[in-house]
């Protein structure tokens, strides 16, 4: 062997960078298990238990329910596909899956953040028309089901690039040793957006951030200032001696028309905290990918972000799927019915098989009420 090519030698060693395979002690890698776990076993609970409250009672599909119905298929889709690989991603150093996985995960989490915020738009929008302006057509399932099927398609859209430019590599002269024996090494992978131009990837994360954030949010919030105008308003109308004598003679029912409007007021509040929690929930996520595209990082800021802080900004976002549910619970009577309904019927279903004898069947139970 030439000289040159010792040298050469050496100064490929002397390159090579070597990391654990576990990211994280074992204290801090029980931590981040047990709270990723927590909202993954809310997240598919509670969702699966929304899905089957609408479906099952055909006095629940609502075009607003049909809309939260949407929000809980794209929350279970979080739940399945995004929560565990994300965990694991954040417990080894490098991506421990495969092509497929890498562009299927990036996907799914995309396109199921994009259906939440359409879905939230459409949502408020619905309840805008409905509120502010009570004279207009309301919209029918049929057109709530183009709206869901529309907001699905423009999210597959948004994500199309991302699919395209996900990509698991090789990190050259980078190694991962397992269990802090150097005779143990792995190669590292990374799963990344691999653009022909890298200025690209900063161009489309401000797009997506623009389109799946910034702006969804801004119409939501204009809608429900202006369905709180109109409701205070209404407030103000009901309270003054001559315009409840006019809604007497026009409607007919005097004392209806303030339960009513609790009642209209009680769901918007729902709603209201449903879109505020997706917007804090996300916001920290947002930001932080911002920053590594456009802050210049040096490689300890880089690490701390990537072990510590990301990993807690994702569990924040995921964690919006898994709090939605518990919203409906409290703020809506027909989904805190339908909910106390299954788990009757599910602990009436324990009961008769524990007292199931040969000659007894166990009784039906439709488990959720006719509303």
């Given at each position: 062997?030439?000289?040159?090519?010792?040298l050469?030698?050496?100064?490929?060693?002397?390159?090579?960078?070597?990391?654990?395979?576990?990211?994280?002690?074992?204290?801090?890698?029980?931590?981040?298990?047990?709270?990723?776990?927590?909202?993954?076993?809310?997240?598919?609970?509670?969702?699966?238990?929304?899905?089957?409250?609408?479906?099952?009672?055909?006095?629940?599909?609502?075009?607003?329910?049909?809309?939260?119905?949407?929000?809980?298929?794209?929350?279970?889709?979080?739940?399945?596909?995004?929560i565990?690989?994300?965990?694991?991603?954040?417990?080894?150093?490098?991506?421990?899956?495969s092509?497929?996985?890498?562009?299927m995960?990036?996907?799914?989490?995309?396109?199921?953040?994009?259906?939440?915020?359409?879905?939230?738009?459409?949502?408020?929008?619905e309840?805008?028309?409905?509120?502010?302006?009570?004279?207009?057509?309301?919209?029918?399932?049929?057109?709530?089901?183009?709206?869901?099927?529309?907001?699905?398609?423009l999210?597959?859209?948004?994500?199309?690039?991302?699919?395209?430019?996900?990509?698991?590599?090789?990190?050259?002269?980078?190694?991962?040793?397992?269990?802090?024996?150097?005779?143990?090494?792995?190669?590292?992978?990374?799963?990344?957006?691999?653009?022909?131009?890298?200025?690209?990837?900063?161009?489309?994360?401000?797009?997506?951030?623009a389109?799946?954030?910034?702006?969804?949010?801004?119409?939501?919030?204009?809608?429900?200032?202006?369905?709180?105008?109109?409701?205070?308003?209404?407030?103000?109308?009901?309270?003054e001696?001559?315009?409840?004598?006019?809604?007497?003679?026009?409607?007919?029912?005097?004392?209806?028309?303030?339960?009513?409007?609790?009642?209209?007021?009680?769901?918007?509040?729902?709603?209201?905290?449903?879109?505020?929690?997706?917007?804090?929930?996300?916001?920290?996520?947002?930001?932080?990918m911002?920053?590594?595209?456009?802050?210049?990082?040096?490689?300890?800021?880089?690490?701390?972000?990537?072990?510590?802080?990301?990993?807690?900004?994702?569990?924040?976002?995921?964690?919006?799927?898994?709090?939605?549910?518990?919203?409906?619970?409290?703020?809506?009577?027909?989904?805190?019915?339908?909910?106390?309904?299954?788990?009757?019927?599910?602990?009436?279903?324990?009961?008769?098989?524990?007292?199931?004898?040969?000659?007894?069947?166990?009784?039906?139970?439709?488990?959720?009420?006719?509303?």
């Amino acid at each position: 062997m030439s000289e040159q090519s010792l040298l050469d030698g050496v100064s490929n060693v002397t390159n090579i960078t070597f990391s654990p395979y576990y990211q994280h002690s074992l204290y801090v890698a029980a931590i981040y298990t047990l709270a990723y776990s927590f909202i993954f076993l809310l997240c598919m609970v509670g969702n699966i238990l929304v899905c089957l409250i609408v479906l099952e009672n055909r006095r629940m599909r609502t075009v607003t329910n049909l809309f939260i119905l949407n929000l809980a298929i794209s929350d279970l889709l979080v739940g399945i596909f995004c929560i565990p690989t994300t965990l694991v991603d954040n417990l080894i150093t490098g991506w421990p899956f495969s092509n497929t996985v890498c562009k299927m995960s990036g996907f799914v989490q995309g396109v199921s953040v994009s259906a939440s915020v359409f879905t939230l738009v459409a949502i408020a929008v619905e309840r805008f028309r409905c509120i502010v302006y009570p004279l207009q057509p309301k919209l029918t399932v049929f057109v709530a089901k183009l709206a869901i099927a529309s907001i699905w398609v423009l999210a597959v859209a948004f994500m199309c690039p991302a699919v395209v430019a996900l990509t698991v590599e090789k990190v050259p002269f980078h190694y991962m040793i397992y269990n802090n024996n150097f005779n143990q090494t792995l190669p590292l992978y990374t799963c990344y957006e691999n653009f022909a131009n890298p200025r690209m990837r900063n161009v489309y994360t401000v797009v997506l951030f623009a389109h799946i954030y910034l702006l969804p949010l801004t119409v939501i919030s204009l809608m429900y200032i202006s369905i709180g105008v109109k409701l205070c308003s209404s407030v103000f109308a009901n309270n003054e001696p001559h315009l409840a004598n006019a809604t007497v003679q026009e409607g007919g029912r005097r004392h209806a028309h303030p339960r009513v409007s609790r009642k209209k007021i009680k769901v918007i509040k729902m709603l209201i905290v449903v879109a505020l929690l997706f917007m804090l929930s996300w916001l920290p996520l947002w930001t932080l990918m911002m920053i590594t595209d456009y802050a210049d990082l040096d490689g300890n800021q880089l690490d701390l972000l990537t072990s510590y802080i990301f990993p807690f900004a994702h569990w924040l976002a995921f964690s919006n799927s898994s709090v939605n549910p518990i919203i409906y619970g409290y703020y809506n009577e027909n989904f805190k019915r339908g909910f106390e309904a299954i788990f009757r019927a599910h602990l009436d279903l324990h009961k008769q098989k524990g007292n199931l004898t040969p000659s007894k069947a166990p009784g039906r139970n439709n488990g959720l009420p006719a509303w």
